[in-house]
């Protein structure tokens, strides 16, 4: 339960950050991108997210095939929002480029949480939605800083 709510959290702040700041047309198209990630982190889930938890990760050949699909789907997730954010046109290129970082770090974010449920280490999946709020709103603060 605190994991969630520290999840919610953190996206509470960034959703009020963002509406805050963008104007209709630019939260507008957060929302869009913001839906494509969680659309990337519902189907990573679903494809390595399920498997880790009910498969043996102790065994060799099964953990190996789930770094392997997991780092396949971090780079066709990342290629996927870059290209997704490019199409859309609510942003140039290099904002389509951190785009798609930010699409491959959001599920290997939402990975190690898996994880961390999978292993039943429930205060260590705290740490890291506290973790994830702090970094975004971090993020956030800085961009500000710079003049975006």
């Known amino acids: 339960?605190?994991?969630?709510?520290?999840?919610?959290?953190?996206?509470?702040?960034?959703?009020?950050?963002?509406?805050?700041?963008?104007?209709?047309?630019?939260?507008?198209?957060?929302?869009?991108?913001?839906?494509?990630?969680?659309?990337?982190?519902?189907?990573?889930?679903?494809?390595?997210?399920?498997?880790?938890?009910?498969?043996?990760?102790?065994?060799?050949?099964?953990?190996g095939a789930l770094v392997a699909s997991q780092a396949l789907f971090t780079g066709t997730a990342g290629a996927a929002a870059f290209g997704g954010a490019l199409l859309l046109g609510a942003v140039d290129t290099a904002g389509a480029?951190?785009?798609?970082?930010?699409?491959?770090?959001?599920?290997?974010?939402?990975?190690?949480r898996r994880l961390f449920m999978a292993r039943s280490e429930f205060w260590k999946l705290v740490a890291n939605d506290l973790g994830y709020g702090a970094v975004a709103v971090g993020g956030l603060v800085v961009l500000r800083g710079l003049g975006h």
């Open 1 to 63: 339960m605190v994991a969630q709510g520290a999840a919610a959290g953190g996206s509470l702040l960034v959703q009020v950050a963002a509406a805050r700041s963008l104007g209709a047309s630019g939260y507008g198209s957060y929302t869009i991108l913001f839906g494509g990630l969680v659309v990337l982190a519902a189907v990573q889930g679903g494809w390595v997210g399920d498997s880790r938890v009910v498969l043996d990760r102790s065994d060799d050949v099964v953990r």
């Open 97 to 112: 480029a951190l785009f798609g970082l930010v699409a491959a770090l959001w599920v290997l974010e939402d990975a190690g």
